[in-house]
């Protein structure tokens, strides 16, 4: 099972999301969980994971089935060093057990020139998504994300767990 994660914020709050697939090339989610925090802590910028990672912990926390890897809206490294971004800390919290891959839109810094991030074009997009990865290679993890469900730039599932971050209503888990 394979869990993609993300988090919406509303002023002190968030919604955490978290949707399970049984395969990579799944078009419709096996489950979905949501899950509501209070009182994040502010933006801090080089430490998104201090706000992030409690609300990704949280709705993990709900979901019943065992995983195979995490999906992470982010980067795993934020530099060409290895130095840990919200990936690599979720992966550490898990107990270095599970394996992350980080799928970032933007370009971070010298990170996205390096090593250890790999650009992923996607349908007829121009504009890569940036591929870093933990306890998986990098280049098996690339290779996951290009084969991903999805005419566009942004695989198919990540589309569906940023729209649960953003709904609105009493959380609880589907099935």
């Not at 697939?21 to 489950?31: C, F, I, L, Q």
């Not at 949501?34 to 992030?52: I, S, T, W």
């Not at 980067?75 to 057990?97: D, I, K, N």
């Not at 599970?98 to 370009?107: C, L, R, S």
Request: aromatic fraction near 8%.
């Amino acid at each position: 099972m394979i869990a993609f994660l993300d988090v919406g914020y509303r002023e002190n709050k968030a919604r955490a999301a978290c949707v399970v697939a049984t395969s990579w090339e799944d078009h419709v989610p096996h489950a979905t969980f949501v899950c509501d925090v209070d009182d994040v802590l502010p933006y801090e910028p080089g430490h998104f994971y201090r706000r992030e990672l409690p609300c990704l912990l949280a709705v993990l926390k709900q979901v019943p089935m065992p995983l195979s890897i995490l999906v992470v809206d982010g980067y795993v490294w934020l530099s060409p060093e290895g130095r840990p971004g919200l990936g690599a800390h979720l992966y550490e919290a898990m107990g270095c057990r599970i394996p992350v891959i980080g799928i970032a839109k933007t370009a971070f810094g010298a990170t996205a020139g390096s090593a250890l991030v790999e650009r992923v074009y996607r349908g007829r997009s121009t504009r890569p998504l940036f591929v870093t990865s933990v306890g998986l290679e990098r280049s098996v993890a690339a290779e996951l994300v290009r084969r991903m469900p999805g005419d566009y730039r942004i695989p198919e599932m990540l589309q569906r767990v940023d729209r649960l971050t953003r709904s609105h209503g009493p959380c609880f888990p589907s099935t």
